[in-house]
């Protein structure tokens, strides 16, 4: 992955989208080969805006949490309580969300807004490089497209590199700079997002097309 790009990974379902991440975050098990990362550890966006976030915890808590823990895996990091808060606001402000949330729970939270809220928690340690696996599929279609637009936004102002996995292709267009095609675990194509759609070499993405 270059830095500042979007590259998206499409392929159908069990092909190894979500293996494939989770080998870059050393969360798979069983995996042969090597994960080679110039970058800070990548954070992940998860498709499930429900699941995804402790419901027990406040807004608050939820994205001081990510400041708290990295101050104690690295003392360079280490933050006081008030500029953990202070990073928490700012971060609520940048993902479109008021501050009165900050003493809410998940539960009083849309969907949409709870999505607002995982992008908050993956960007609030400045990691540059996040994994995005599905984010807006279980959302409805108007608030699908916020979501892509407030990703867009933050790439810009943060300098962000993006894994974006979609089953879905036309996902990807709006969104990515290049695309690389999976199918049964291996990698099958790769190229810029208007080669991939204009001129694809693979049978297998030009049927991703229809
Ligand atoms: N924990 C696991 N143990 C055994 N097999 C698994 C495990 N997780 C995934 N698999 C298998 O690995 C293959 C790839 O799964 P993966 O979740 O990476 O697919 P995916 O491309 O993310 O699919 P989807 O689009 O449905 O999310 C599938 O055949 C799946 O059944
Ligand atoms: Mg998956």
Redesign the pocket.
Known sequence: MYEGESLGLV????????????AILGMQ?HMSGEVSCHVSRPQMIF?DPYSSLNPSKTIGWLLMEPLRAAGILDKKCAMSKADRKAAAYDMLARVGMDEKYFHRLPSELSGGQRQRISIAQALITNPGFIIA??PVSALDVTIQAQIMELLQKLQEEMNLSYLF???DINVVYHMCDRIMV?KD?RMIEIGETEDIFHDPKEAYTKSLLV
């Open positions: 392929g159908e379902s069990g092909c190894g989208k979500t293996s494939l991440s989770k098990e498709q696996d599905e996995i979609s089953h999976m675990g």
